[in-house]
């Protein structure tokens, strides 16, 4: 099993930057690609990035393409995201994901239980 924690949610102000953390544990060895997704409310969750396990390759969806960047740093188990001139629409609970599959599909098996962030406009 993979237990995974979000951290560095909160209320900001649209065009301000954040940057989510999440740190792996267990079967970490395990992993092999990395993402996050979020969920607004009365929406359905959807995907942001993946990463794979060298960091070497990542996908990001068109919403947040240009603002956003994913990355990881293995020896500390940790995938973040660099989110920049944040928008109004990005207010949502941030998940992050892991899976062992090498492939950068949106399918995951483990996830943390969220972060919120917030902007206000």
């Known amino acids: 099993q993979v237990q995974l924690v979000e951290s560095g949610g909160g209320l900001v102000q649209a065009g301000d930057s954040l940057r989510l953390s999440c740190a792996a544990s267990?079967?970490?060895?395990?992993?092999?690609?990395m993402g996050w997704f979020r969920q607004a409310p009365g929406k359905e969750r959807e995907f942001v990035a993946g990463?794979?396990?060298?960091?070497?390759?990542?996908t990001y969806s068109d919403s947040v393409k240009g603002r956003f960047t994913i990355s990881r740093d293995n020896a500390k188990n940790t995938v973040y995201l660099q989110m920049n001139s944040l928008k109004a629409e990005d207010t949502a609970v941030y998940y992050c994901?892991?899976?062992?599959?090498?492939?950068?599909?949106?399918?995951?098996?483990?996830w943390g239980q969220g972060t919120q962030v917030t902007v206000s406009s």
């Open positions: 994901a892991a899976d062992t599959a090498r492939t950068l599909t949106r399918e995951y098996n483990w």
């Open positions: 990463i794979n396990w060298s960091g070497g390759r990542s």
């Open positions: 267990g079967r970490t060895f395990s992993i092999y690609k």
